[in-house]
């Protein structure tokens, strides 16, 4: 890939990264702090969107990276933290199926009365894990 390719594909990984954690940071903050009448499904419905846009952009970017970098040895120090990233990731992932099933669950049942506590639980998950992801990546990037 050409030098150009590569930093456009590394923009875009670190760009999704902004995308999901600065949006789960937002709705987060939006359930605390509601008001009345407050749409707080309608909220996370639209979040769960580009959660699932931004998670595309990084699996394909993500691959892109890898295949950059090419494969590390299972048992060096990067190849390690790069397992253990990417278990984390997996992880991840299983729990943003059940948030994004909880929040879609709740929209088509016009439970306007959801526990907002419970929804807020669910997106601190996600910025924690998040927060977690990042710190490996740079871990990764940096040594």
Same mark, same amino acid.
Request: aromatic share 10%.
């Given at each position: ?16 990264m902004?995308?999901l954690?600065?949006?789960a ?5 939006a359930?605390?702090t ?7 499904i ?6 769960e ?7 595309v952009?990084m ?9 950059? !970098? ?5 048992? %060096?120090?990067? /190849?390690?933290?790069l397992? +253990?990233k $990417? &278990?984390?990731v997996?992880?991840?992932?299983v ?23 419970? !929804?807020?639980q669910?997106y601190?998950? %996600?910025?924690v /894990?998040?927060?977690?992801i +990042?710190? $490996? &990546? ?5 040594g």
């Amino acid at each position: 890939m050409s030098t150009l390719s590569v930093l456009l594909v590394r923009f875009a990984h670190v760009g999704g990264m902004a995308v999901l954690l600065g949006g789960a940071l937002f709705v987060w903050n939006a359930l605390r702090t509601a008001g009345v009448g407050y749409d707080s499904i309608r909220l996370a419905v639209h979040y769960e969107w580009v959660f699932w846009g931004a998670m595309v952009v990084m699996l394909v970017t993500g691959v892109g990276n890898a295949g950059e !970098l090419g494969a590390p040895g299972p048992t %060096t120090r990067w /190849g390690t933290i790069l397992t +253990v990233k $990417l &278990a984390v990731v997996a992880v991840f992932v299983v729990g943003s199926f059940v948030r994004t099933f909880v929040v879609l669950t709740a929209r088509q049942s016009a439970a306007g009365d959801i526990d907002e506590a419970r !929804l807020s639980q669910f997106y601190t998950a %996600t910025w924690v /894990g998040l927060g977690l992801i +990042v710190a $490996l &990546a740079e871990v990764l990037a940096h040594g």
